[in-house]
Each structure stands twice: as structure tokens, then as C-alpha cells.
């Protein structure tokens, strides 16, 4: 008997296209990732840490005009203190305030003194109880005398790198730690001086 002709088995059928409800799914799924993606991010930038930019030359040769550098905000929060040498930014104090700053706008400088520290400005020098401090991360020698003065609790005494260009504590005083955003630690631009930035070598001019 002959053998009749071969018959291929047909392909399965294509899957049905998804239902409308599947995709709005798919969708909505998406977006609640990137909005928990974006609600993080806003999160960090509020609590942990945020990026500055440096307006002026009152941290020179630290800081350059127009550096942008990252600032630790969780210091200030808790309550735990800042280190003599620490960058700071800050808002501007009440009687900067006064004088027409902006209470929304940030200045950075440097803490010199602590709480309970004694500090004095004299024959261009810094000194804190009854030391010379070294370093002082000054520039140049300081063309204005201040002090003695004990930095009171719950504050701290700030002066820019660029001590005779600087609108600092020398004029304005202490600085409540209530007013502290954060601390400098890092430099992320530009590149050829990505680093830490919070307790750089004194006296040392950065190329720009």
C-alpha cells in the first residue's frame, strides 16, 4: 500500500495580545518605581547630603570660585558637633540678616574654635588658648586683631581661608550651631581636584 503525501503539523497559534488591564498595569508599575526612585533621591538631597557651589574667594586657595563640593548634613542634625577645621556652610546669622541676606542663602567657612575654646587675633596670627594654632589654614598673615574672646556653648567661631577678604566671624561673631547645614567633605568638580575637602594641608595653593 502507498504511502500517502506528508502533512507538517501547522504552528501553534499566536498568544492573544495582552488584555488593556495588563498594560495599565505594567505602566502604573513603572511609574511607582521612578517615583520611589525620585522621592529617595529628594529624601538624600534633604537629609544626608546636597551639593554647593562656591560663589566667592573667602576660601581661597581651599576652595576656588566655582567649585562644587558636597555637604554632609547629618552632623549638624544629631547634634554631634563639628571639628575645629571643619568647612561648614551655614545661613547667614541674624545679623547678617539684618543687614540684607537672604535667611535662605549658604556661606562656608571654616570652624577655628569651639565651644569653651579662649581665641585671640594678634600680630596677624591665630591663637586659641593661649596657643598659636596650627595649623590656622590662613592664606596670609591676618591684617585685623580679635579677641580674646571664649567662643560661648552651642556655638562656634568660623573664619574664611582668605582672611582679609572674608565676611566672618571677626565682624560678625559667633556662629550658633542652630544655623549649620552641613559639613564640606568633598570636592566632585572639577575633576583635576575631585577630593576630600574638609581638612586640606594649610597653606597649600591649589592649581586651578
Do not use: C
Not at 11 to 33: E, K, Y
Not at 50 to 77: F, N, Y
Not at 138 to 152: C, K, S, T
Amino acid at each position: 500500500m502507498g504511502s500517502g503525501p506528508a502533512f507538517a503539523t501547522p504552528p501553534p497559534p499566536p498568544p492573544p495580545p495582552a488584555a488593556p488591564s495588563a498594560r495599565a498595569d505594567g505602566l502604573l508599575s513603572q511609574l511607582a518605581r521612578l517615583l520611589l526612585w525620585v522621592l529617595l533621591a529628594l529624601l538624600l538631597r534633604w537629609a544626608v547630603v546636597e551639593p554647593r557651589w562656591i560663589p566667592s574667594g573667602s576660601m581661597l586657595p581651599t576652595l576656588q570660585l566655582q567649585d562644587r563640593v558636597l555637604v554632609e548634613k547629618l552632623t549638624p542634625r544629631f547634634g554631634a558637633g563639628v571639628r575645629t577645621g571643619s568647612i561648614v556652610v551655614f545661613h547667614p546669622p541674624a545679623l547678617l540678616q539684618e543687614a540684607g541676606y537672604d535667611p535662605r542663602s549658604a556661606l562656608i567657612k571654616r570652624v577655628v574654635a569651639v565651644a569653651g575654646d579662649e581665641v585671640e587675633v594678634r600680630q596677624g596670627r591665630l591663637w586659641r588658648n593661649g596657643q598659636r594654632a596650627d595649623p590656622d589654614w590662613a592664606r596670609e598673615p591676618m591684617d585685623y586683631d580679635l579677641g580674646p574672646l571664649v567662643v560661648p556653648a552651642g556655638q562656634v567661631l568660623v573664619l574664611g581661608d582668605n582672611r582679609n577678604a572674608s565676611l566672618d566671624s571677626h565682624l560678625w561673631g559667633p556662629l550658633p550651631e542652630a544655623d549649620l547645614i552641613g559639613t564640606a567633605i568633598w570636592r566632585y568638580w572639577p575633576p583635576a581636584r575631585f577630593g576630600p575637602v574638609g581638612f586640606s594641608s594649610p597653606h597649600a595653593v591649589e592649581s586651578s
